[in-house]
């Protein structure tokens, strides 16, 4: 997205995006909403690159776990066998019902002050409470499940799910006036 104004006239940024199960739409995605804070001058370039982290994390996780149904221990006994076999299960799920048509929603919120993203899937959802039961170095060594962890302790200043689980919240706050 290509916006041709000043970058001072812009005092707020709002639209949401429904897409479908392709992992392949998700780094464009975050590109294009990264860029929008690069135009904006809403934070340094590594606090901007962190958001886009963040970003495609939270919505391969839509997909993957939330509208595919797959869970964090199935994808890491997956992998651990062979990859191959995890892209098999996801080919398989994107053609099958109920997986197939299942959407993600991304709404994005920008204004002076901060970056709001709400992500959510039409997946079953999960209990977040079970994040905390994770400490950062577990999490580590694990072959999934480190996006999460490292979206609330690094990228993002804020990061909280539904009551559900099937929607993420991330903020992100300016930490500098743009020049």
């Known amino acids: 997205m290509k916006l041709d104004i000043d970058s001072s006239l812009l005092k707020s940024f709002s639209m949401v995006l429904t897409l479908p199960n392709n992992l392949e739409l998700v780094g464009s995605v975050a ?3 990264s860029d929008i ?12 690159d962190f958001v886009q982290l963040a970003l495609i994390e939270m919505m391969t996780n839509a997909i993957e776990h939330g509208n595919l149904e797959i869970s964090g221990m199935m994808k890491a006994h997956l992998l651990h066998e062979e990859e191959e076999n995890f892209e098999r299960l996801v080919r398989k799920r994107l053609k099958e019902d109920p997986y197939k048509n299942r959407k993600i929603t991304v709404k994005c919120d ?7 993203y709400v992500i959510s899937d039409e997946g079953p959802g999960f209990d977040p409470k079970k994040l ?34 099937n929607q993420v919240t ?9 020049l």
Do not use: C, H
């Not at 920008?110 to 709001?116: D, I, K, S, T, V």
């Not at 991330?170 to 743009?178: A, H």
């Open 132 to 165: 905390e039961d994770f400490a950062m170095p577990e999490l580590l060594t694990l072959p999934s499940g480190r996006g999460i962890m490292l979206t609330k302790k690094m990228y993002m200043d804020e990061v909280y799910f539904n009551e559900k689980g």
């Open 31 to 33: 590109q294009e909403m």
């Open 170 to 178: 991330l903020v992100k706050k300016r930490k500098f006036q743009s």
């Open 110 to 116: 920008l204004n002076q002050e901060e970056a709001r």
């Open 37 to 48: 804070l690069r135009w904006m001058r809403f934070a340094e370039e590594n606090q901007i």
